[in-house]
């Protein structure tokens, strides 16, 4: 064929070096590139991260059905309240318990326990698959050094939002999308309308990004401290565990115990509770009361969780941004 | 269009107490620039605050007429950098890394990939694009740096040590490579290296920093010609009996080896061409200014020492 390569040196002349002359993409563009490599390069390279995921999928597949289940079999007659109120209390308690790992915070009434095992397990799961995904996003960099080609393309701080933004991708699909998801199937098994509780709905998707936001800068803050992956996923999830065992462990005596506020992951949970309009909820079966001057107040709560933000924030500034080093 | 592929004035660099860069001023032409310099000597501190990523101290500079302090987005998309070490992302492979790299400076994701495509193809990487990171030996990540810092198309790229841990026949094409991109696809280049003769090779303009200072920097021409006014020549036959009726005629000469140095004044050269044509035990095998290496004037400038 005489229009084919004749050796290697032609192919190189030929499709070798071409100029660029087409137009650069954004910097959200960028952005973007960061978050979806890092992502999809975090999930393929860990076999139990994927296993975690099947496992996931399943506990938020039955979970579902239980609910809808659950909503056709059992008899709502002659209930104190509504099943607008019903649908409104279960599907924020299911939300809820997707970011309550060892303190069980619910709005449900106790007479309405099955659908207060909807989201048990899930916050675990996902709290282990943040702390894997994420505990090498930036501890791997530093430790390949590739901060280094990083840092010569983009800037810091479209750095950290990529990187912050991968795990927030991995939360909208883990978290976020069920939480949307279990909207229509309790309304559907509920037999509610799904436009008059649409608040609910956005609330639920602002309530779980929120949370993701916090864990992701929470962990990446941790990974950004060290080289070594395993320190910062351990570290993250025995903290989050422990912390949110001492209220159990130790403050069961009080049901308005301060120490149930070292459990900064369910005090995410607390805030996105008052954020909708609950005054008071249980916690491991002990009625909290937000405004009674007593214990834990909602301004303690909104305290811890801008703690946590400050806190990530702040570390993440004293290694990912002193640019003398 | 920018003349220069940087320039920086009074550029200063603290490392908490350590002054790396001290009130640095200077400029590099768009050509192939050899960066030298001893350890420490501010190579890599330059160069990474050249790249914005790290912050210097004072001072102010343009890297291809863009100011490095306002416009450092417009620098990474136009300049290319391979970087001393070797970053890599191990599970993943080189086509995949360097695509990458092209979506960071802003190329579409068929773009990147076609240009991974064809950048592989051009460092030699073509069979092995495929393979993850981890399974490349030192030669093969030098190649795949210098393809990731291609891959966007720059107008600078640079260099730093990209001979480092080479094999002779791996440094041998790594150097063919970066030849060929100088002169073939027209990039400046900034080559920053420990070794001398790699530079002396694909550059021909230097730039020495020690002690985070200028030394000097100039042509390479310029810099390796002799300014001692020395002829350099050597012939077969015996030297020290050749000098000796050389110095019978008033020259001055001086044996360096295999080579007679004679001192240049009006009608040497006749001189010598006289006194081989009368001796038929000798014939001339060159006769020309004497030259020195990069090594000699590197020597003689970071470390002080005089040539002879």
Redesign the interface.
Known sequence: MSDSPSGDDTYIRRFGFRRFTGVRQNRLYRIIAVAWFNLIEAIRRSGFTKMLLVFMFFSILIQDVLIIVISWFLPFTGLPITINELFRDAYADSVLGMVSLVNRITVLELGFMPFNISAIGISFIWLLLMAIVGGGLIADDRLHQTTEVYFSRISRLEYTIGKLMSLMLFSAVVVVLPSIIQYFLLSYGLETDLLVNIDLMFWGIGFTLLAAFLLSLLILALSSFTKRRAVATLSFFIAAIVLSSFYSAIGWSQSESLILLLDFVGAIALLGAMALGYESLDVNGRTIIFNNGIGVEGPMVLAVVLIVLMLGIVALMLTLFRRDS | MATEAFKISDLSK??GPTLALDKLSVSAPKRAVGLLGPNGAGKTTLIRIL?????HSSGSGSVLGYDFCES??DI??H?G?S?E????????SAMKYVT??G??????AV?AAQ?A???L??VGLAEERYRPLREFSTGMMQKCKLA?A?V??PDLVILDEPTDGLDPTGRQQMLELIERLYKD?GKSLIVSSHLLFDVERVCDWVMVLGRGQLVTSGEMSNLLADTSGMLRLKISGDPVSFSRKLTAKGLEVEIDGPFLDVKRTNGTEMTILEEVNRDPTVSLRYLGSRTRTLEDVFISMVEGRELG
Do not use: C, N, W
Not at chain 2, 51 to 55: K, V
Not at chain 2, 85 to 92: G, H, K
Not at chain 2, 103 to 108: I, P, Q, T, V, W
């Open positions: 603290f490392y790249m914005g990523i790290i912050r450092i987005q990474r998309d300049v950098y970087p070490f070797t970053p890599m992302i191990p599970d993943v990458f790299m979506k960071l400076s802003g190329l579409g773009e240009r495509h064809d950048t193809h051009y990731a291609l966007h198309d696809e």
